[in-house]
């Protein structure tokens, strides 16, 4: 059996820990695909209890006591929330048949251009149609969104019992990846981060990600990246060991939430328009590459290369951004993110946190170096974890008691793994700083106690905005919330409903609370632009040819990608094009100024 292919544009893409953890038990039924994080099997213990009693099913627990607990719990979870999606989507479609007010509420909230819409709307308009007639459309058109997940390849955390190491398949990301793969669900997983050989090459274990008889796949991969030449290696790394990339998920490398991760000044719309020309190539050298892999391993081969998909995310805010990235580009759907932290009925997220949200400005919202990982990571002014961490700061008490170690990826300090935003971390560091303070300038050793202390507990404060949502009692050090919007989430100022949200991305409504929000391609270009200045005015060491060389490329990478959008919105593309040409000419002028130091000649 074929099923019916997405009836939206858009997804929603992994949010923190917390934010998205059950978004597809509230989203999934209206078709909306969404992400769910599995780094976390902590959260998703809880969140397998609190929706068990919730939906009357029955609950297990599943103890740190017991043996690959880690895959079994995130196993567990992914399986009840298939099971309430499924629910939820059978009773949805019986409420639209037999409700006609629900299902003129539903078709406002679909596409445009959607044939399902059409088709509804002309069931609508017959006056009578039969119950039955509408069912049979629903039940061969409709489909419920993906629940698909998010593996953070980086966070593959070394374990231990007793002080022996287990094997790698324990690692934090491998045990993840194992999860998903054992539970019954028929969707995907969104790798992120970059590339990690060994958590791709264990892939391999499961049949899940090889073609059937058929030629379909039952679970499939997907690459979160930021450029064609990331695409194409992980691709066919991929491939030689006979699995296919069913999707790019291509992400602004700075315009977006959570950890970003910048490119070399390639910006958006240029990479967009190498994966629309290149597309075709990529689909027949990897193909290519995959028969070769399957026969490898005795396994039967695609005639055909297998279906492949573009997306994009990353800033996206109003319906003229949203369709012109579908017909521009081509792309399969685009990623909406941190405006869907002001709904409720689509995130997870604690009232005063979503206050925070919808009063953020753009000064409120930046690039901090708060994450262990030692990744920029976008976050927001004024949360309930900057609170915590700031007093323990002030009271010579920094640092967390590091309660989960996901991110203890640090051999610095033992060879376990040791996070940089524990106690014991910034402990030794403070003192290690200490014993040098008088022999380093003031501003240094201030500077260098902030890098120290400002990194802080991800692992608990991206997972409290459920347990505070639900009123599930969180136990240990008070570490508040710690939010990740992107900087697009300060055009957005008031908690919306669902339905609202979707009209707005499909044009038939607005829920800015401004005329001033910049294009989304400008927006990216000023932060690059931003970016770049900060890198070089904020360096600390010396100064080398290879870091020299590094920033003129991206000055030079820029230029290209400002001469790119000038030449673009030539044509009536949006409706701000004058505007957007002068937006384009006064970065190109901040640009030029920008000053790359030169290695002085002895």
């Known amino acids: 059996m074929v099923l019916p292919e997405s009836i939206h544009t858009f997804h929603i893409p992994v949010m923190g820990l917390a934010y998205t953890i059950d978004s597809p038990i509230r989203v999934a039924h209206h078709g909306i695909s969404s992400v769910i994080s599995i780094i976390d099997d902590e959260l998703i213990e809880q969140m397998n209890s609190f929706y068990s009693k919730k939906f009357n099913l029955p609950y297990q627990e599943i103890s740190k006591k017991a043996q690959d607990y880690r895959a079994k719990r995130i196993t567990s979870y992914l399986n009840l929330v298939d099971t309430i999606v499924k629910e939820k989507f059978s009773k949805f479609k019986k409420e639209l048949a037999e409700s006609k007010l629900a299902l003129e509420r539903f078709i406002t909230t679909l596409p445009n251009t959607s044939s399902i819409r059409e088709g509804l709307s002309n069931l609508m308009n017959e006056g009578s149609a039969p119950k039955d007639d509408i069912e049979n459309f629903l039940e061969a058109h409709l489909k419920a969104g993906d629940i698909d997940v998010n593996i953070m390849t980086k966070v593959d955390k070394d374990n231990f019992v007793n002080n022996e190491q287990l094997p790698i398949e324990f690692n934090d990301a491998h045990a993840s990846l194992r999860g998903f793969a054992n539970s019954r669900l028929n969707s995907s997983v969104v790798l992120s981060a970059g590339m990690n050989p ?350 020299i060389k590094k920033w003129e490329a991206f000055k030079s990478n820029l230029f290209n990608g400002i001469a790119y959008y000038q030449d673009l919105f030539q044509t009536d593309i949006f409706p701000e094009n004058i505007n957007l040409q002068k937006d384009l000419l006064f970065f190109k002028e901040e640009l030029s100024v920008v000053t790359i130091p030169i290695i002085k000649e002895m």
């Not at 990529?282 to 028969?291: G, S």
């Not at 976050?379 to 009271?395: F, V």
């Not at 000023?526 to 040819?545: G, H, P, Q, R």
């Open 198 to 547: 060994r958590l791709y090459s264990y892939f391999e274990n499961f049949k899940d990600f090889f073609p059937d008889r058929n030629h379909r796949l039952k679970k499939k991969i997907i690459l979160k990246v930021s450029d064609y030449r990331s695409a194409t290696i992980q691709g066919k790394f991929l491939a030689k060991k006979g699995l296919w990339v069913s999707e790019y998920r291509i992400e602004s490398g700075l315009n977006c939430g959570g950890h970003a991760f910048a490119t070399e000044g390639f910006l958006l719309g240029p990479i967009l328009e190498e994966f629309k020309n290149k597309k075709a190539e990529l689909i027949e050298d990897t193909h290519k590459v995959l028969t070769k892999g399957l026969l490898q391993k005795g396994m039967e081969v695609p005639v055909q290369p297998l279906d492949l998909k573009i997306t994009v995310q990353g800033g996206v805010g109003t319906a003229d951004e949203h369709d012109f990235l579908l017909e521009n580009y081509q792309v399969d759907s685009v990623g909406w993110g941190s405006p869907f932290l002001l709904v409720p009925e689509a995130t997870s997220v604690d009232n005063k946190t979503r206050t925070l949200l919808a009063d953020a400005k753009e000064k409120d919202l930046y690039l901090s170096n708060i994450s262990p990982l030692g990744i920029p990571f976008n976050t927001i002014k004024g949360s309930t974890n900057e609170y915590h961490r700031q007093k323990r700061i002030d009271n010579n008490k920094a640092g967390s008691s590091c309660p989960k170690k996901y991110l203890a990826l640090s051999k610095e300090l033992d060879l376990k793994g040791v996070c940089t935003a524990s106690k014991k971390y910034q402990d030794v560091k403070l003192q290690e700083l200490e014993a040098n303070r008088f022999e380093i300038p003031r501003n240094t050793y201030e500077n260098a106690k902030v890098k120290i202390t400002e990194k802080a507990c991800l692992c608990v404060g991206l997972a409290n905005a459920s347990f505070l949502e639900n009123d599930i009692e969180i136990k240990g050090q008070k570490q508040g919330v710690v939010i990740c919007p992107g900087p697009n989430m300060a055009y957005f100022d008031k908690e919306v409903s669902l339905s609202k949200m979707m009209q707005h991305i499909y044009g038939n409504g607005s829920v800015l609370h401004t005329l001033h929000r910049p294009n989304m391609f400008v927006k990216e270009l000023k932060i690059y632009v931003d970016y770049l200045k900060n890198e070089i005015e904020t360096i600390s060491e010396e100064v080398t040819t290879k870091q």
